[in-house]
């Protein structure tokens, strides 16, 4: 993981820190894990629809 990406991802993790309870909190690591996955998956989806544009 990028020193960036790691450093959102303990910006995100310590601000939800202060909204709940720290003990239900993923990792910062894994947290940036699931926000790289789903930024992915969003991009994929708008492959496919630029994909669909171009036929």
Same mark, same amino acid.
């Given at each position: ?41 969003? /991009? @994929? +989806? #708008?492959?496919?629809? /630029? @994909? +669909? #544009?171009?036929?």
């Amino acid at each position: 993981m990028s020193n960036n990406t790691h450093a959102i991802a303990a910006k995100v993790w310590s601000f939800c820190t202060t909204l709940r309870d720290d003990d239900n909190l993923p990792e910062p690591d894994d947290l940036a894990g699931e926000i790289i996955e789903n930024i992915a998956a969003g /991009l @994929a +989806g #708008l492959r496919e629809v /630029l @994909a +669909g #544009l171009t036929r």
